[in-house]
């Protein structure tokens, strides 16, 4: 008897433990696993749109100086522009915002953010980050999959593939959407996808508002009991067709009803609110359910708390070509007392410490101002060659700002980190080489950070 014989006889679906680093058993391959990982799980809160460092974590006084006047040449020769190319003039921008310092360790952090100013000493700041995509689509492409190339798995997928789901009842990857700002860019499945990896390992959006999941419950007549043998039924038919074809998809349809079962009780208990503390709405700023950006920062805990691996959360409403004075305040505001009390609600709950909160969008603004006839009022253009972000919690130094970038904020002249860093630091705080994390496809040995050479961020970890 052959090896696939044997697999199928015996009971197992050859074909996912085949593409599947977890042996039957449940235990990881070692052979891309580190000795220790200092997080469990990731909160991944995406700011959908790109928002600007200069209103937010990159100070520059000296850009604030120049405001209202030409752009040096020397910046921009030869350099990639969006919209800005169409400006017969091209003026400094500088910071709509003043920037105050916070805690012990004196982290400069725009008045938008108070309550992240709350944080600070939790906050790994890296102000040198630069991405190679100047547009939308491909730059939230690279920051989730790490390529601009379609059809490739999320970084939510790599870590489910690699570590597996941490909870029974829910999927391992949960994704939920808010909006409130100017010009907010669609999003797409695509970018929570399991790309070539099995279709287990792909992120399952949760709405923000009304029913959390569509048709949890059983219709009218049909009560637990009968549900339960209607999908036993349907995935013996499924195990027989398994038993007969090569296909990885009936493996993981199996899957997926016994989850869809289970999560009829699940999802009740995730949205019973009852055994909340009173105040736990005002903390986060919200009414939970509300479809905010605060509410789903509660989400996440819950999810968290549950078991859920990656949980990612976008907000949209972060393009600001125009009337950035007045966009920014909004979308700052929508987000930053639910990123706030997340990470103090972790942290009091003991679980901060395994828990690696990223907060970063595609990619930053420019230092120089752009104008649309819509408004009148200037904004910023899209801008690859700088950005900030932050990281927090499971194994990171917090109260650091990396990296700087000139003295206009055009690009990084230290400690310069590319996207494909960010995604490796990740990797290694969950305990994986990002490098020997490979799926063979196409004929390539395909991972998270590419075929590029990728680094630790060194001066985050703790």
């Known amino acids: 008897m052959d090896r696939r014989q044997f697999l199928k006889y015996t009971g197992f679906a050859g074909a996912t433990m085949m593409s599947s680093p977890l042996t039957a058993a449940g235990t990881p391959n070692p052979e891309f696993l580190l000795k220790s990982a200092k997080a469990k799980r990731v909160i991944f809160l995406t700011m959908s749109g790109g928002m600007s460092q200069f209103e937010s974590f990159d100070n520059k006084p000296v850009l604030k100086k120049y405001d209202g006047k030409k752009m040096p040449m020397e910046y921009l020769k030869g350099q990639q522009l969006a919209q800005l190319q169409a400006q017969k003039e091209i003026l400094c921008y500088g910071p709509q915002f003043k920037f105050n310092k916070h805690g012990q360790s004196g982290l400069e952090i725009s008045e938008l953010f108070p309550h992240l100013g709350s944080v600070a000493d939790e906050l790994a ?41 941490g909870s029974k009842d829910l999927p391992g990857f949960v994704v939920l959407e808010s909006v409130k700002g100017r010009n907010p860019q669609p999003l797409y499945a695509r970018l929570w996808n399991n790309g070539f990896l099995d279709s287990v390992f792909q992120g399952v959006k949760f709405n923000s508002k009304g029913d959390t999941v569509y048709y949890v419950k059983n219709p009218n007549g049909v009560d637990r009991v009968r549900q339960g043998q209607l999908i036993k039924t349907i995935n013996k038919l499924n195990r027989f067709s398994s038993s007969h074809m090569d296909d990885d998809e009936i493996s993981t349809r199996i899957q997926q009803y016994e989850m869809a079962h289970r999560m009829q009780s699940s999802i009740p208990d995730l949205m019973d609110m009852s055994k909340e503390p009173a105040q736990i709405a005002d903390i986060y700023g ?65 679980m901060l410490k395994d828990t ?34 932050f990281m927090c919690g499971g194994g990171i130094k917090g109260g650091v700002s990396v990296g700087e970038t000139d003295e206009l904020g055009y690009k990084p002249v230290e400690d310069a980190h590319h996207i494909r860093d960010m995604h490796a630091t990740m990797l290694h705080l969950l305990g994986i080489n ?9 004929g390539l040995d395909n991972r998270l950070t590419g075929v590029e050479e990728a680094h630790l961020i060194k001066k985050v970890l703790a």
């Open 434 to 442: 990002h490098k020997k994390l490979t799926v063979r496809f196409q």
């Open 286 to 350: 919200c009414k939970p359910g509300d479809g905010s950006f605060a509410s789903n920062c509660l989400m996440a805990r819950k999810l968290a708390e549950r078991g859920v691996r990656f949980i990612q959360l976008y907000h949209r409403g972060w393009d600001h070509h125009d009337g950035i004075r007045k966009y920014m305040p909004i979308c700052a505001e929508a987000v930053d007392q639910g990123t706030a009390a997340l990470i103090k609600d972790l942290k009091q709950r003991d």
């Open 125 to 165: 700041i890296v102000k040198s980050a630069y991405t190679e995509q100047i547009n939308h689509d491909p730059a939230i492409s690279m920051l989730n999959a790490g390529t601009f190339l379609n059809g490739r798995p999320s970084m939510g997928a790599w870590v489910n593939y690699a570590l597996g789901s």
């Open 356 to 389: 690696l909160i990223v907060f970063a969008g595609e990619f930053g603004r420019t230092p120089m101002s752009q104008t649309t006839k819509k408004t009148g009022h200037a904004g910023r253009d899209h801008h690859m060659k700088s950005m900030s972000y």
